[in-house]
C-alpha cells in the first residue's frame, strides 16, 4: 500500500471546478462548513455561508436601489404626461380671442416647475426668437442645453443672465412652423443629454390643433378652437 505522502492534493483548480460542477456540495455535506473559514482584514473569521449571505445582501440592496430608481423615474414620467395631456386639454378648448403665445406660456407655468415658456413662430426669421431658436435647433428638431444671457432674453423676453433650455419645432396644419421653449436661470436644468420627448409630444399634439398662428398681440386673427 502507499503511504498518504504520496497522495497527491487537488489545486485550487481542481478545488473550484468541482464546486462549481457540485453548487450543492455544502447542502449535502454541511459538517465540511465546521473547518472552512474566510479570513477578514480584521483577523477573524466568517463561515462560507454567512460570507455568501453577505454578498446576497449587498446584491439585493443594490437591486433595490435600482428598482427604487425606476420607480421615481416612473412617476415623474407619470406627473410629466398628466400635466402634458392638462396643457393640451387647456389648449384645445380656448376661445378664439385667447392669444396662443400668452396661453401657452400661463399654462406651462402653472402645470409645470419651470422658470420661462415660450411660443413663438419661425415664419419671421428676422425676430430675435427665431433668429436663436434656428442657431440653437441647427438641422434638429428639438434640442435642450445651456443657453447664453442673451439667448435666454431672445426667447423668453423677461429672463436675465446665463441659463438653459429646451426647444421643439411645430408645424401648423396651414403650413407655418412655429416653437415652443422651456426655460430655467439654472443652467444645468436642462443639459445636451436630457430627452426632449414630452416637449417633441406637446409640439406634435398643438401642430393638429386649428389654433391661430398670428404673432403674439396681434388680435387682427381669429381662428376656430376645434379640434379634427
Not at 502507499?2 to 449535502?28: I, Q
Not at 419661425?122 to 433668429?131: G, Q, V
Not at 438653459?164 to 401648423?172: E, G, P, Q, R
Amino acid at each position: 500500500m502507499e503511504s498518504d505522502s504520496n497522495t497527491t492534493s487537488p489545486s485550487a483548480d481542481d478545488v473550484l471546478r468541482f464546486l462549481a460542477e457540485n453548487p450543492n456540495f455544502f447542502d449535502e455535506h454541511p459538517e465540511a462548513l465546521d473547518e472552512l473559514s474566510i479570513s477578514h482584514a480584521s483577523d477573524g473569521a466568517v463561515s462560507l455561508v454567512e460570507r455568501q449571505v453577505s454578498v446576497l445582501r449587498e446584491r439585493n440592496a443594490e437591486l433595490r436601489r435600482r428598482l427604487d430608481l425606476l420607480v421615481n423615474r416612473a412617476q415623474q414620467n407619470e406627473a410629466l404626461l398628466s400635466a402634458t395631456q392638462e396643457v393640451i386639454a387647456a389648449l384645445a378648448a380656448r376661445g378664439p380671442k385667447d392669444d396662443t403665445s400668452n396661453l401657452f406660456r400661463s399654462l406651462m407655468l402653472k402645470h409645470f416647475n419651470i422658470d420661462h415658456a415660450a411660443y413663438h413662430l419661425l415664419d419671421d426669421e428676422a425676430s430675435a426668437a427665431a433668429k436663436t431658436a434656428i442657431h440653437l435647433l441647427g438641422s434638429k428638431e428639438a434640442t435642450s442645453g445651456p443657453v447664453r444671457s442673451h439667448e435666454l432674453s431672445s426667447l423668453f423676453g423677461n429672463a436675465s443672465g446665463d441659463g438653459s433650455a429646451a426647444l421643439a419645432v411645430l408645424t401648423h396644419r396651414t403650413g407655418q412652423k412655429a416653437f415652443i421653449a422651456v426655460g430655467s436661470s439654472d443652467a444645468t436644468r436642462y443639459s445636451a443629454a436630457d430627452g426632449t420627448m414630452f416637449l417633441e409630444y406637446l409640439a406634435t399634439v398643438m401642430g393638429s390643433l386649428a389654433i391661430p398662428v398670428a404673432p403674439a398681440g396681434d388680435p387682427s386673427v381669429d381662428a376656430p378652437s376645434t379640434v379634427d
